[in-house]
């Protein structure tokens, strides 16, 4: 069984990055956490949870609601684990300072939230967190030779056209009529937007090469089959309809750290204990051992840590420790840089750019603040292992000097009005080792079955245990699957 890794590797080398993201389109599969769990009531119980991640305060805050006396022990000096929203003044681990403009912020962890997500839209909701759309796909961006929309455009003109040709040549594995083949002739017409004879010579759906006013518009020459086979344009046009990629996708206001805000927020003052490393772990007598030497013990604990770091707590048994380590992971990489916002006298508010070939793989336009002096642009997001550990290794002024080269293709002014910037490689991030897990079937079929059991009085919980891995949804799933162990 080949890998997502593989899968995608293959994919990006016949296609391009872009490719490689559609297929890992594909590849998520869409879900909701489901029903929230019925816990019995836990007055008394004492949970210690290991982590203050999404999965970690959901997992409180539905045990604190039972009546359990919760503890949250967090490593690092925030809460949110990798939903890391970063503005001005912060500094990351590496010592970056973060210097962008005040009201200015940057995700530099999850950025978007498919509308059906229903879990952790539902705490949004629920907490009142104001809510806006993200634009995950603008047909104006970029796209080999045109703009999106015109590779679209020219795509489904020229599969259209060819399918006329091949519906007149009875080439259809099924009969049909004389007049359902006229009114499927019909529907292809409408679909590639085609002459009254069945040919693609263009349309206004590619955009406008003089834009109507007075007079009537031009629309722009299709592009040529030839061009349309360039590795990452077809994979392009088709990656907003991945089901967690289409719209629509929404994100806070204001930043993605709003929501483990808001979830925090509704815990007791005190129960999130930051700057709390724990060490060891007695899973039969439900202790936990800090890195000061203390220890805490519990009815239960909730590990919501990521694989890797919890591999590395003493105390586990040997099946535990080895299932923990073996998970796959995958590294990632962004970088957010501030500009002014020429590119929306370009009539681009938000979406994204593709950079097929390049370290930088994507540039994000924001898709807020529109018409204010400045905004925020995801200069690179990359999510391939590879790519994204050459980046890791660069220092952050390399960093920043690749991606103003690369997208210098797009926007060749922009190095000369970038302000500042930051970056993140989240395999290199202490407190996380990795962006998401990189399950395969028989990677899952071989170790989840270890790794869902609760270990004594101990549970796992976390993202990478759902089939969403990486996403916030499936760290709420696994929050309510871990809660509704302990019985």
Known sequence: METRR???????????ATAALTVLAAMRPVGAAGARPALPRMAGQRVLVL????????????????GANVTVLEADQRIGGRSLTLRGGDVLPDGQRVGFSPGLHFNAGPARIPAHHAAVLGYAREFAVPMQVLVNENLATRLGPGEMREARASLRGIVAELAIKALGAGMLDQPVTEAEAARLAELLRGFGALAPDGRWRGSPRGGWARAPGMEAGQPRTPIALQDLLAPGIWQGVTFAEGINYSATMLAPTGGMDAIVRALAAALPAGTVRLGARVAGIDPSA???????GRAEDA???????????????????SARRAALSAVPQENAGKLGIEAPRFWEADGLYGGIAWLPGTLSTQ?????????????????????????????????PAERRATVLRETAALHP????????????????????????????????ARLLPELLRAEGRVVLAGDWMSVLPGWQEGAVASAWHAVSQLR
């Open 6 to 16: 593989e899968w995608l590797a293959r994919a990006a080398l016949a296609g391009g």
């Open 51 to 66: 982590g203050a991640g999404v999965a970690g305060l959901v997992a409180a805050l539905e045990l604190h609601r039972a």
């Open 286 to 292: 439900g202790r936990v051992r800090l890195s000061d």
């Open 299 to 317: 009815q239960w604990v909730i590990c919501a840590l990521p694989p890797t770091l919890a591999a590395g707590l003493e105390g586990w048994s």
């Open 363 to 395: 540039l994000w336009y924001p898709s807020e603040g529109f018409h204010t002096p400045n905004g925020v642009l995801v200069g690179a997001y990359i999510w391939d292992n590879a790519r994204a550990d050459r980046f890791a290794a660069l220092p």
């Open 413 to 444: 002014d922009l190095a000369r009005v970038a302000g500042a910037d930051v970056s993140v490689a989240w395999g290199a991030m202490p407190f996380a080792r990795a962006a998401w897990a990189e399950w395969s079937e028989a990677s899952r």
